[in-house]
């Protein structure tokens, strides 16, 4: 099937601007991202009305119309760009402004003697760096580098970079040699690659929003909402988890803590002033127990850690340093009373990779002893329980 120039234009400029418009669209379902959104919706709008310039640019005289149609395509790129920088965060306002003058001063020296040269070959330069550093921007990715879609999108943008690249850097030696028909095709093949561009790139940065949006609300639905750590459903997916991948060859300990005599911290000083107790034991325990430990919020003062690799030795030691440090700890009330508070602690340890609810069973029992025993202490389960939950 012949496909000429002319209608690879038209089904470009018609991809672009239904692009364009989804990302618009899209604005209304995911507002935290309407600006970033906004401005990848501008460029590609801006790419469309470039390319449909670009086949009109013979009927302005001398070399104005290539170079405008040149000027506001690579401008759509550089939206592309901007707008990717700005999912992470950046932007690259001086760099495009600099790019766009530069371009235009080389079309001032190009001149009509030289417009189509310029416009085969040099002008594809700002494409490839534009695309290039979308690629980059892509790959830095500030915590989305495990999304699908963010590596199909980098891929794409960085095949337009090499292939503009070509264009510009080798196609020109080839066109040399083989002739006109040569840069024909060189052409077809741009145009192809185009239209696969303006449609693959559009829905991956879709795709991409959704998935952090969505990635958003997972990590919502597994927060604890006033004190910011696991909740419950985290604690026994996460947990199970790395169970489940221990094996028997690390050790593995639990500690269910709870609150001492909370219920009259609230009565006495009010929910609020408990509330506050209840964050301040959240800090000082992710504190303490250091980044590696999986620390939820599994009831109203009830709270466990899974310790991963400690063994009941070294687990002992960093739940004591825990009742330690959160017993010499004041909270301040609403009035600005100093709320003093103290935990218990129940420690349960598995050299295997036993089930998570009856290693917390094992460490809940251990709990309620240390607060037959008057709490502010740590107390490790019996061997019976132990080697039940083993």
């Known amino acids: 099937m012949h496909v000429d120039l002319n209608t690879l234009y038209l089904l470009l400029i018609g991809t672009l601007f239904a692009s364009a418009l989804m990302t618009l669209w899209e604005r209304r379902v995911h507002p935290k991202r309407s600006r970033e959104l906004g401005i990848l919706a501008a ?6 009305i470039g390319c449909a310039a670009a086949s009109w640019r013979r009927e302005l005289p001398g070399a104005l119309g290539s170079a405008l149609s040149n000027l506001v395509i690579v401008s759509g ?10 999912l992470n965060g950046r932007k ?31 002008s594809a330069i700002p494409i490839s760096v534009a695309s290039g550093m979308t690629a980059f921007e892509l790959a830095r990715g500030d915590g989305r580098k495990h999304l699908q879609a963010q590596q199909i999108a980098m891929l794409v943008a960085g095949t337009h ?5 070509f264009r510009a850097l080798i196609l020109p030696w080839l066109v040399a040699k083989f002739g006109f028909d040569f840069l024909m095709t ?9 239209v696969l561009y303006s449609v693959v790139l559009p829905m991956t940065l879709l795709r991409l929003v959704r998935d952090e949006s969505h990635g958003q609300l997972l990590q919502q639905s597994q927060t604890d909402f006033l004190t910011g750590i696991g909740n ?12 489940g991948e221990g094996g028997a060859a690390q050790p593995v300990s639990l500690l269910a803590v709870d609150l001492d005599h909370f219920k009259k911290i609230n009565d006495r000083y009010g929910h609020e002033t408990g509330d506050r107790v209840l964050k ?34 070294r687990a002992k030691e960093a739940g004591e340093a825990l009742v330690v440090a959160f017993g010499g700890t004041t909270t301040l009330s609403v009035n600005g009373v100093g709320v003093e508070a103290t935990v218990s602690v129940g420690l349960a340890q598995s050299a295997s990779a036993s089930a998570l609810v ?14 037959s025993l008057g709490g502010n202490r740590l107390v490790l389960a019996h061997a019976d329980a132990a080697s039940a939950a083993a």
């Open 280 to 313: 301040s034991f959240a800090d000082i325990a992710r504190s303490v127990l250091g980044p590696d430990a999986l620390l939820a919020r599994i009831g109203g003062e009830e709270f466990a850690a899974l310790l991963p690799g400690y063994d009941s030795f």
């Open 186 to 194: 060189a052409s077809k093949v741009t145009m192809y690659e185009g």
């Open 161 to 165: 970079a090499v292939l503009y690249a």
């Open 232 to 243: 419950r459903r985290w604690f026994f997916e996460q947990g199970s988890r790395v169970l």
């Open 358 to 371: 009856e290693l917390l069973a094992a460490a809940d029992q251990a709990l309620y002893r240390a607060k």
């Open 43 to 48: 460029g590609f709008a801006t790419l469309a």
């Open 77 to 86: 790129y550089l939206l592309v760009l901007h707008g990717v920088a700005a």
């Open 92 to 122: 690259y306002v001086r760099l495009s402004l600099a790019v766009l003058v530069l371009l235009a001063l080389a079309w001032v020296i190009a001149g009509t003697k030289w417009q189509d040269v310029m416009w085969m070959y040099p």
